[in-house]
T-cell receptor, first 115, second 115 residues
Framework: KQEVTQIPAALSVPEGENLVLNCSFT??????LQWFRQDPGKGLTSLLL?????REQTSGRLNASLDKSSGRSTLYIAASQPGDSATYLC??????????????FGQGTTLQVKP | DAGVIQSPRHEVTEMGQEVTLRCKPI?????LFWYRQTMMRGLELLIY????????DSGMPEDRFSAKMPNASFSTLKIQPSEPRDSAVYFC?????????????FGSGTRLTVV
């Protein structure tokens, strides 16, 4: 059974710092991995999608990497800003016989960037 | 595209009443998912559809919950009778199974409060 874990559960950093959020998954047979952002009381916004054949994806100050063999993904945020404060969720879509289309989510990392 | 549209945004109801949540997926998407989010349990997949057909409803907590997708542009999640423990944010998401992109798009959610 695929399980997704995100560590740490919460993170507080001063503005301007570069930071890394971690995501690990137990089964390397994945179709893709997606990072989402959720602001308090809001829905989920997709940030980056990495297909299983890719190593990384970049969007602005965000860079997501994927290492399937080790079951890990990282989300790198450069030059953090107070507006980056939110909960970041990692989700995996299983592949193979488990490729049913559904995503399995981690519990999220709540980030606070202090001015 | 207007994205995934959910209604209502907020719902407050008394215990025992019937509640119906609505979702309009992105046009052309062939997968539709219903998730529930609480502080204690995070994001839980309740049920999902492929081409309007329910594929996996193993996440539906009880027989009080039911979901339908009468056509490609509309789905409902119904709770009857509602209970206080059903209070949560319910999200609808849609996805396209085309090879180049299998990412999810979430709606803004319905915040349900059962008193």
């Amino acid at each position: 059974k695929q399980e997704v874990t995100q560590i740490p559960a919460a993170l507080s950093v001063p503005e301007g710092e570069n930071l890394v959020l971690n995501c690990s998954f137990t089964d390397s047979a994945i179709y893709n991995l997606q990072w989402f952002r959720q602001d308090p009381g809001k829905g989920l916004t997709s940030l980056l999608l990495i297909q299983s054949s890719q190593r990384e994806q970049t969007s602005g100050r965000l860079n997501a990497s994927l290492d399937k063999s080790s079951g890990r993904s990282t989300l790198y945020i450069a030059a953090s800003q107070p507006g980056d404060s939110a909960t970041y969720l990692c989700a995996v879509r299983p592949d193979g016989s488990s490729n049913t289309g559904k995503l399995i989510f981690g519990q999220g990392t709540t980030l606070q960037v202090k001015p | 595209d207007a994205g995934v549209i959910q209604s209502p945004r907020h719902e407050v109801t008394e215990m025992g009443q019937e509640v119906t949540l609505r979702c309009k997926p992105i046009s052309g998407h062939d997968y539709l998912f219903w998730y529930r989010q609480t502080m204690m349990r995070g994001l839980e997949l309740l049920i999902y559809f492929n081409n309007n057909v329910p594929i996996d409803d193993s996440g539906m907590p009880e027989d009080r919950f039911s979901a339908k997708m009468p056509n490609a542009s509309f789905s409902t999640l119904k709770i009857q009778p509602s209970e206080p423990r059903d209070s949560a944010v319910y999200f609808c998401a849609s996805s396209f199974s085309g090879r180049r992109n299998y990412g999810y798009t979430f709606g803004s959610g319905t915040r349900l409060t059962v008193v």
